[in-house]
């Protein structure tokens, strides 16, 4: 068929609840690598299957993009509208990538609330306050309405739970398919 394997990118992975096997294995002439985890997909699979490092990588992915953009993140002579709009085009995604496949705890919730409260901070900056007469932090809830868009747990709650009746109408697609097909 013409296919090539490229031995120095192929790595095993061994799935096993009672041990975990690290090292080299031969495979034919070749020695393959063991890995606790690789990328496949932009997703990272994990020896332990757990979802922190897969989050962590993608709030990372974020905060690299969002440090890119600093420059017009942090600028006067950028309207606000204009900043929110390349948030949720181009910082967003980064984050969100494959989250419809992760499980969410309530620390898992937090560190995104973290992460958007931490570039919504820089995109809306301080207040004046007159009454006191200083420059003042907003708070996560004066951030979250001005910005005008739905915190990013939400979103991802959404996204979850649109991939789910996705994969429920497709189970009930197939079930009639097979049933047509038994019955002709």
Same mark, same amino acid.
Request: charged share 30%; aromatic share 6%.
């Given at each position: *068929?013409?296919?090539?394997?490229?031995?120095?990118?192929?790595? #095993?992975?061994?799935?096993?609840?009672?041990?975990?096997?690290?090292?080299? *294995?031969? %495979? @034919?002439?070749?020695?393959?690598?063991?890995?606790? &985890?690789?990328? &496949?997909?932009?997703?990272?699979?994990?020896? $332990?299957?757990?979802?922190?490092? $897969?989050? *962590?990588?993608?709030? @990372?992915? @974020?905060?690299?993009?969002?440090? !890119?953009?600093?420059?017009?993140?942090?600028?006067?002579?950028?309207?606000?509208?204009?900043?929110?709009?390349? &948030?949720?085009? %181009?910082i967003r995604p980064k984050v969100q990538y494959g989250c419809v496949t992760w499980t969410l705890t309530k620390e898992r919730m937090q560190n995104l609330e973290v992460f958007e409260n931490g570039i919504l901070r820089?995109?809306?900056? %301080?207040? &004046?306050? /007159?009454?006191?007469?200083?420059?003042?932090?907003? =708070?996560?809830?004066?951030?979250?309405?001005?910005? !005008?868009?739905?915190?990013?747990?939400?979103? %991802?709650?959404?996204?979850? #739970?649109?991939?789910?009746? =996705?994969?429920?109408? @497709?189970? $009930?697609?197939?079930?009639? /398919?097979? =049933?047509?097909?038994?019955?002709?």
């Open positions: *068929m013409g296919l090539e394997r490229n031995e120095n990118k192929t790595k #095993l992975m061994l799935l096993s609840r009672e041990s975990t096997m690290l090292g080299e *294995m031969p %495979v @034919g002439t070749l020695q393959v690598e063991s890995v606790q &985890y690789f990328k &496949y997909l932009g997703s990272t699979l994990t020896i $332990e299957n757990v979802m922190e490092k $897969e989050l *962590m990588e993608g709030i @990372g992915a @974020g905060n690299r993009c969002a440090c !890119g953009l600093s420059s017009v993140l942090n600028s006067r002579s950028i309207y606000r509208k204009t900043k929110l709009r390349t &948030y949720n085009i %181009v820089k995109i809306l900056g %301080v207040m &004046y306050d /007159e009454e006191e007469e200083h420059w003042k932090r907003r =708070h996560n809830i004066q951030r979250q309405q001005l910005s !005008g868009r739905s915190k990013i747990q939400d979103v %991802v709650m959404s996204k979850r #739970l649109l991939w789910a009746r =996705h994969c429920q109408n @497709g189970r $009930e697609q197939n079930s009639e /398919e097979k =049933h047509e097909w038994k019955s002709w």
